[in-house]
């Protein structure tokens, strides 16, 4: 019987000992988040990630549920606000047509002078190919019959109900009454409580079905291919009335700023003393682009990135983004003027939409549709370059006195566990997490 020498066992318990180390430390092993790096020399997209959304397969595999041989009626969805706001409802629209067991007519997009708007659903989206791809899941049609064509919709208010709201107690009867109604969605449904195939009737129209007109998307091509590669999407808000209804106040921007956020007021007065700490502590502030410039740093994004201002017209301080980063791209610097003065809000918004989509990487400092429409659609491309930046942590951060490099260092470590973690994608109602 042979006898281990002490030092051959010392050394067996030390290799194992290291070997284990090495697994536990390992930026590959499920126990731990990768480590931060103390110079932050790589950026927030050399992180690897452990949890990614992608579309469930409930809906991309799942079993077509046939269409019954006849309507209850027709339902137009009246969409107003933005371009992504008016996408969001018609999503839902389509959900609750397909679920009341409708025929969708084609949805009216409601002139609004304040977002700059007099272009309709077909003047932005493919008709046809809209028809088209959701074939099969609901049926929509560009025309009333005769009977009905003269008649005004009757309208189901739905915009005021909360989560409770039923749209087969509530909205049903009014359909087989008129046979032909209009509603705006209720803002706070419970998407949990459809039927699975009005689910599905839902995500093939919001993220299959939706493609610009030819002419606007060969507009939105030339506008990606005119920008250098590779670029960076960042969608910032930090306009007069967004300020203002924030109810947020802020401290050094310039005159000419100020006097906007004032004009823009109305009866919505800033917050004050401690509601006012509280308020910002809770994210609830928009990033100015000085500070959305400072978290970049901290994403160790370098300053001579390319990045497209996924953005509006009114954009405030602007200079506190350009000053540091250097290479800012818009619409209007790289479509012709007359080209520009021809659109309306929802076209420009449209190219937004589309370059985003399309970009190498996408931040936003909001959470607002586009935002949550674009990480959408980036996800259903296997794009995963895409983050939201935190209102709450820079707050936090900044209400702790933390300055410069324990400043950087602790939003770094915010923005990367939310990016390792999948965290703030807002992609429940199609998409599932699939652990990497």
């Known amino acids: 019987m042979s006898v281990i020498s002490v030092k051959s066992l010392f050394i067996i318990i030390f290799t194992l000992s290291l070997f284990l180390a090495i697994i536990l430390l390992s930026p590959s092993t499920p126990f731990s988040l990768p480590s931060i790096p103390p110079t932050r020399k790589l950026d927030i997209w050399s992180v690897r990630r452990i949890v990614e959304w992608r579309p469930c397969k409930w809906w991309l595999q ?5 269409l019954p041989a006849k309507s209850n009626g027709y339902i137009r969805v009246d969409c107003y606000g933005g371009l992504n706001q008016m996408r969001r409802d ?38 046809d190919y809209f028809i088209q791809q959701m074939n099969g899941f609901i049926e929509v049609v560009k025309e009333l019959p005769p009977e009905i064509a003269f008649k ?24 087989l009454e008129h046979h032909y109604i209009s ?53 910032l808000r930090f306009e007069p009335d967004m300020v203002a209804y924030s109810q947020c106040k802020y401290e ?13 007021r109305g009866d919505r007065k800033p917050w004050i003393g401690e509601a006012a700490r509280i308020w910002r502590k809770r994210g ?43 290479n800012v791209v818009t619409k209007s610097s790289l479509l012709s003027g007359e080209d520009f003065t021809r659109m309306h809000g929802n076209t420009k918004a449209a190219l937004d939409y589309y370059v985003s989509i399309d970009s190498d990487s996408y931040m936003a400092t909001y959470f607002g549709n586009m935002d949550k429409m674009v990480a959408a659609m980036r996800a259903f491309k296997g794009c995963y370059k895409t983050l939201f930046l935190s209102r709450r ?26 990016f390792v973690m ?14 990497l």
Not at 218 to 234: C, D, G, H, T
Not at 252 to 263: H, N, R, T
Not at 294 to 301: T, V
């Open 62 to 66: 799942g079993r077509l549920t046939s």
């Open 90 to 127: 018609l999503c839902d629209g389509v959900g609750i047509a397909r679920l009341l067991n409708a025929t969708l007519v084609l949805p009216k997009f409601e002139v609004a002078a304040y977002w700059n708007e007099s272009s309709g659903f077909a003047d932005v989206f493919d008709v």
């Open 152 to 175: 005004e919709p009757f309208w189901v208010d739905c915009s005021k109900r909360k989560g409770q709201f039923d749209y087969i107690e509530r909205v049903l009867p009014s359909l």
């Open 183 to 235: 509603l705006r969605p209720a803002m706070s449904q419970r998407r949990d409580r459809y039927s699975q195939y009005a689910k599905v009737a839902l995500c093939q129209e919001c993220y299959g079905a939706l493609r610009l007109t030819k002419s606007l998307e060969v507009k939105a091509l030339q506008l990606v291919e005119a920008i250098p590669k590779p670029f960076l999407s960042l969608h």
């Open 252 to 264: 050094g921007l310039s005159p000419a700023s100020m006097e906007a956020i004032e004009a823009a």
């Open 284 to 326: 609830k502030c928009p990033l100015t682009p000085n500070e959305t410039a400072i978290l970049l740093q901290a994403l160790s994004i370098p300053t001579n990135t390319t990045i497209y201002l996924a953005a509006g017209d009114g954009i405030m301080e602007i200079e506190g983004l350009t000053s540091i980063y250097t």
């Open 393 to 418: 942590s820079f707050a936090e951060f900044s209400s702790q006195g933390l300055k410069g490099e324990e400043l950087m260092q602790a939003l770094w470590k915010a923005h990367r566990d939310d």
């Open 422 to 435: 999948g965290r703030g994608s807002a992609l429940p109602d199609c998409f599932c997490e699939f652990k």
